[in-house]
């Protein structure tokens, strides 16, 4: 399994680079070329919901993209370190306020990105969050001396 990890300052600026590296690295895993571009517009839209969220909360750790070739399939996992309300946790409730993205804008995003990847896992907690998007992959023709 290899794994490449792109950190880079929440600002717009870095996630173009962020969807150039993650389509470069994609079509070195084997995802279809058909897909490339599906993949670029989900990295750019998961980097620029993370980046939002940092500014807001005033956050200055950096995004944190891992691109993950496995057997199968490729990964890409955009980590966010904002601070996300808990389901069902009373502190996160009506909370202070602190670091809480617009919920209609989090919505559209993540909307977005679940209409251009199959496979999307969204994990969220006090300490951050993180989407996880995975692709099939084909592996590369063998050659035969």
């Given at each position: 399994?290899?794994?490449?990890?792109?950190?880079?300052?929440?600002?717009?600026?870095?996630?173009?680079?962020?969807?150039?590296?993650?389509?470069?690295?994609?079509?070195?895993?084997g995802?279809?070329?058909?897909?490339?571009?599906?993949?670029?517009?989900?990295?750019?839209?998961?980097?620029?919901?993370?980046?939002?969220?940092?500014?807001?909360?005033?956050?200055?750790?950096?995004?944190?993209?891992?691109?993950?070739?496995e057997?199968?399939?490729?990964?890409?996992?955009?980590?966010?370190?904002?601070?996300?309300?808990?389901?069902?946790?009373?502190?996160?409730?009506?909370?202070?306020?602190?670091?809480e993205?617009?919920?209609?804008?989090?919505?559209?995003?993540?909307?977005?990105?679940?209409?251009?990847?199959?496979?999307?896992?969204?994990?969220?907690?006090?300490h951050?969050?993180?989407?996880?998007?995975?692709?099939?992959?084909?592996?590369?023709?063998?050659?035969?001396?």
């Amino acid at each position: 399994m290899a794994t490449v990890e792109l950190r880079f300052s929440a600002l717009p600026e870095h996630v173009r680079t962020a969807r150039l590296v993650a389509a470069a690295v994609a079509r070195r895993a084997g995802v279809d070329e058909a897909v490339l571009d599906e993949v670029r517009l989900a990295v750019g839209e998961a980097c620029s919901r993370a980046v939002g969220l940092h500014q807001i909360g005033g956050i200055s750790a950096p995004v944190k993209v891992l691109l993950i070739e496995e057997e199968k399939q490729f990964s890409i996992e955009v980590g966010d370190e904002a601070p996300h309300a808990v389901p069902g946790d009373p502190a996160s409730a009506g909370g202070s306020g602190g670091g809480e993205a617009e919920p209609e804008e989090d919505e559209m995003g993540l909307a977005v990105i679940s209409g251009l990847v199959d496979d999307v896992e969204v994990s969220a907690g006090e300490h951050g969050g993180s989407i996880r998007m995975r692709w099939p992959t084909t592996p590369p023709p063998t050659l035969i001396d």
